[in-house]
């Protein structure tokens, strides 16, 4: 039997904050922060969001270009923002903010901006349907006509099916 409709949820209802210390394994050789350290805590980040909203596992299908405006230190406390922006059918897309604070001085900036879609799957690793969101305010309606122009411009990217990449 096919699963029920999941109920629709709020944006806020799957917000997550994570917060880490930047420490000396996360280093390049340069003495900053490892730009592949800010980019797994995004995937990680963005996938709870998606998980928290779908409740299955999910897996990342993109991830948009990712600049990074100033670098991390060693010592720094990294908070990355995660929320909603978007939902399909399987599809999720979140928006991830990353902030890094000093804090011996209290001085903050911030980094990065990220989005990431997500699939939800089922438990043969099928993409499965997830609830629909509910938009509360004129800002999350505009995010998420925003979102789908994106996720219909990835779509249009993606390889035909049986293409080679
Ligand atoms: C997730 C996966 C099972 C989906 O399979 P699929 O055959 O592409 O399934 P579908 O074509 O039905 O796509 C499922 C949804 O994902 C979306 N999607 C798939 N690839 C996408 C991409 N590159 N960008 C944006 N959305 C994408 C589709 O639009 C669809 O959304 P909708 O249901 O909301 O309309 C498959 O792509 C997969 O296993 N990918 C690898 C995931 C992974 O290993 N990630 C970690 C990489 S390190």
Redesign the pocket.
């Known amino acids: 039997m096919a699963d029920p409709t999941p109920e629709a949820k709020h944006i806020r209802d799957s917000i997550v904050t994570l917060s880490q210390m930047m420490r000396l394994e996360h280093a390049n050789p340069h003495g900053n922060v490892h730009g592949g350290i800010v980019m797994k805590l995004v995937d990680e980040a963005g996938a709870l969001t998606c998980m928290r909203h779908a409740q299955r596992p999910v ?4 991830m948009d270009n990712m600049s990074f405006r100033h670098p991390i230190q060693i010592g720094d406390l990294v908070t990355l923002t995660s929320r909603l922006t978007y ?7 979140v928006r991830v903010e990353v902030e890094a604070e000093n804090p011996l001085t209290g001085n903050r900036v911030h980094t990065n901006t990220a989005h990431l ?1 997500y ?1 939800a ?1 089922d438990s043969a ?3 499965v ?2 609830p629909a969101l509910i938009l509360e305010t004129p800002e999350e309606q505009r995010e998420f006509e925003e979102a789908e122009t994106r ?1 219909g411009q ?2 249009a ?2 390889p035909a ?1 049986g293409a080679t990449e």
Do not use: F, H
């Not at 897996?59 to 993109?62: G, H, K, S």
């Not at 939902?87 to 897309?93: A, F, K, Q, Y």
């Open positions: 897996v990342t299908v993109a939902v399909g059918r399987t599809s999720m897309e879609v699939v799957l690793g099928r993409p349907p997830v996720q990835r779509r990217q993606r099916a």
